[in-house]
């Protein structure tokens, strides 16, 4: 019993940093818009561990310069810069099927 709850509270460290690591990856993104847009407007950017790791011009070239670095694919945050928001204007008088 006692390795079932060791297990348990490891697992749940785990999870907890997990989290800590991600928010911080994501205020990359939503506390510096202005110096990303200075640095790399129009261009596809890639977050890893609370910092810009990579950029480049297509989201190709980015997924490879991602994976030289030898940054796990699963845990970075991609986005493309730019000032212009894309909106999306949804019909709620239509059914998706």
Avoid at 55 to 80: E, H, Q, Y
């Amino acid at each position: 019993m006692d390795a079932a709850v060791d297990a348990l509270v490891s697992a749940s460290g785990k999870v907890a940093s997990g989290l800590s690591e991600f928010r911080r990856t994501a205020g990359v993104f939503s506390s510096r818009s202005e110096d990303l847009l200075r640095k790399y407007e129009k261009r596809w950017v890639a977050a890893f561990a609370g910092k810009v790791q990579a950029d480049a011009a297509t989201l190709k070239g980015l997924l490879a310069k991602v994976d030289r670095l030898g940054l796990p694919r699963g845990a970075v945050m991609v986005r493309f810069i730019e000032r212009e928001t894309q909106k999306l204007i949804l019909d709620a008088d239509r059914t998706v099927r």
